[in-house]
């Protein structure tokens, strides 16, 4: 007897992972998220604006 059975999570228990919902609930995902999604527009309103600028003659080229 070794005193591991398969549902004490010893060497044959299934190991499994989080869910999508457990995912949801953690704050480190959603400041991730917020991190990538202000970045995102940052880098699109940038290119906008240079556009913008190009487009008017305000930059030459």
Same mark, same amino acid.
């Given at each position: 007897?070794?005193?591991?059975?398969?549902?004490?999570?010893?060497?044959?228990?299934?190991?499994?992972?989080?869910?999508?919902? +457990?995912?949801?609930?953690?704050?480190? $995902?959603?400041l991730?998220? #917020?991190?990538? /999604? %202000? !970045? =995102? +527009?940052?880098?699109?309103?940038?290119? $906008?604006?240079?556009?913008? #600028?190009?487009? /008017? %003659? !305000? =930059?030459?080229?």
């Amino acid at each position: 007897m070794t005193g591991t059975t398969e549902d004490d999570g010893g060497p044959g228990g299934e190991v499994r992972r989080p869910g999508i919902a +457990v995912l949801a609930r953690d704050r480190r $995902v959603w400041l991730i998220l #917020a991190v990538v /999604a %202000g !970045l =995102l +527009v940052c880098c699109c309103s940038a290119v $906008v604006g240079t556009l913008v #600028a190009l487009s /008017a %003659g !305000l =930059l030459s080229v």
